[in-house]
């Protein structure tokens, strides 16, 4: 089993940046894909960014150019760059890793984005 838990969320004016992180443990996760989801009010979960076993990436349409994963194996963590934000890049931020079959979610960050 694996405990995931972000932080780095805040309020943010457009245009600005955050940092968030997800620290692992109970698991080495060195080896897995790791993910970030995000839920806007009133709105389904949706993906945001991943990174893979072997440090390849994939970026939803709507972030592409503004947010950066990457992930730091000595410390068990994953970290998301977001840049350029905009109001509607506004919800609760989720990290995701997937064992054998099971999801695991932390309990996500608050990402607020001011016009």
């Known amino acids: 089993q694996v405990q995931l838990v972000e932080s780095g969320g805040g309020l943010v004016q457009a245009g600005g940046s955050l940092r968030l992180s997800c620290a692992a443990s109970?698991?080495?996760?060195?080896?897995?894909?790791i993910g970030w989801f995000r839920q806007a009010p009133g709105k389904e979960r949706e993906f945001v960014a991943t990174?893979?076993?072997?440090?390849?990436?994939h970026y939803a349409d709507s972030v592409k150019g503004r947010f950066t994963i990457s992930r730091d194996n000595a410390k068990n963590t994953v970290h998301l760059q977001m840049n350029s934000l905009k109001p509607e890049d506004t919800a609760v931020y989720y990290c995701?890793?997937?064992?054998?079959?099971?999801?695991?979610w932390g309990q996500g960050t608050q990402v607020t984005v001011s016009s």
């Open positions: 995701r890793v997937v064992l054998t079959g099971v999801n695991y």
């Open positions: 109970g698991r080495t996760l060195s080896s897995d894909g």
């Open positions: 990174i893979y076993w072997n440090g390849g990436t």
